[in-house]
């Protein structure tokens, strides 16, 4: 079981930053976890923004490559989602994400919303 609870969202203007960041509890080891970030804009389907491996490898969808650098601490199971030069289009409820690699089961946290706007 992991239960995942997201903080950092917020309101930002065009090209500012914000960090996200998601803590598991589980009785899963971390290290089966890949852990990422998701968001859903109204009237959009959920779509993967970024995932990091135990390994620390990373994946990005086009969108943020360049922009937003996703890691995560070990120790302290939490993933952070770094997000740099953020666009209107960014606007968005964001969802961390653990899939665990044994039972192929998702696991979501409870959404955080970011909103790009001057």
């Known amino acids: 079981q992991v239960q995942l609870v997201e903080s950092g969202g917020g309101l930002v203007q065009p090209g500012g930053s914000l960090e996200l960041s998601c803590t598991a509890s589980?009785?899963?080891?971390?290290?089966?976890?890949?852990m990422g970030w998701y968001r859903q804009a109204p009237g959009n389907q959920r779509e993967l923004v970024a995932r990091?491996?135990?390994?620390?490898?990373?994946s990005y969808s086009d969108s943020v490559k360049g922009r937003f650098t996703i890691s995560r601490d070990h120790a302290s199971h939490t993933v952070y989602l770094r997000m740099n030069s953020l666009k209107p289009e960014d606007t968005a409820v964001y969802y961390c994400?653990?899939?665990?690699?044994?039972?192929?089961?998702?696991?979501w946290g409870q959404g955080t919303q970011v909103t790009v706007s001057s």
């Open positions: 994400n653990a899939f665990e690699m044994v039972s192929r089961q998702d696991y």
């Open positions: 589980t009785t899963t080891p971390f290290a089966r976890l890949i």
């Open positions: 990091v491996t135990d390994g620390g490898i990373t």
